[in-house]
């Protein structure tokens, strides 16, 4: 039987390593509430190699010797490492790879997140995006993966929100749609629970994630004070 121990290809002295980054960048994560207990995550695809953490773990105190490693050809596990289970989050990682040929997806728990999710679906409506424009961090998303550049300051930001399911994997269907539904999508929010940000290499995507993170704890703020998130002012404002 073939071995899937394979400890060389998540032990290296380079800090660019995939498997080096995504503890370095869950540390980071830790720090924002985007990772706390257990929740949340990261995964990066290197060439033909898919790294992902084990599920279930304090994602902050990782080792790069915990890391799996999955054939993206072949869906198999090439490094397991034992008695460990590969991230519940594997399958929503996936499409963001196979769909939008992503080179890093994170996942994070942000209550800001969380929250623009309850107000969308308390004042917009449940089958509505978020929407948000003339903000200067919008300028920090691009425009979609078949066009050129960001958006600009007058564009309008919208991420689309899919329900909450018991199971994570269980929501990889809906994901998918939305991604479909949305093809210059960059994120999908998920309600009651965060947000899947995706980009064309980890530095793309931990910084989209940022924007967005800045962007919705805005949202958020803006909200408190009854200022719109448009200038129609069709979403943001609570009735009356
Ligand atoms: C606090 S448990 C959170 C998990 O159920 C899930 O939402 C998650 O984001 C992480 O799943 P995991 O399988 O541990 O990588
Ligand atoms: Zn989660």
Not at 33 to 59: C, D, L, M, Y
Not at 151 to 163: A, K, M, N, V
Request: with cysteine; charged share 25%.
């Amino acid at each position: 039987m073939a071995s899937t121990d394979n400890e060389h290809l998540v032990r290296s002295d380079d800090s660019q390593h995939p498997a080096n980054v995504i503890c370095e960048l869950c540390r980071k994560f830790y720090t924002l509430g985007w990772v706390t207990g257990t929740g949340g995550g990261t995964s990066i695809r290197h060439e033909n190699h898919i790294f992902i953490a084990p599920s279930g773990v304090q994602k902050e105190l990782m080792k790069p010797t915990d890391m799996f490693v999955l054939d993206f050809s072949t869906r198999e596990y090439i490094r397991k490492p034992p008695t460990l289970k590969p991230s519940a989050c594997m399958p929503l990682f996936l499409a963001a790879f196979t769909r939008r040929g992503a080179g890093c997806c994170i996942h994070t728990h942000s209550q800001w997140a969380v929250l623009v999710t309850l107000l969308v679906e308390r004042d917009i409506g449940q089958a509505a995006p978020f929407e948000i424009e003339l903000l200067e961090q919008i300028k920090g998303i691009p425009k979609g993966p078949k066009r050129q550049g960001n958006l600009g300051y007058f564009d309008r930001l919208q991420i689309p929100i899919i329900e909450n399911v018991a199971h994570e994997e269980d929501l990889t269907e809906s994901l998918e749609e939305a991604m479909e539904i949305y093809p210059d999508t960059y994120a999908v929010l998920v309600r009651r629970h965060g947000i899947y940000v995706w980009g064309d290499n980890v530095h793309k995507a931990k910084t989209q994630c940022e924007s967005l993170d800045y962007i919705f704890q805005l949202a958020v703020e803006m909200k408190k004070l009854n200022l719109p998130w448009t200038s129609d002012g069709k979403s943001g404002l609570t009735d009356g």
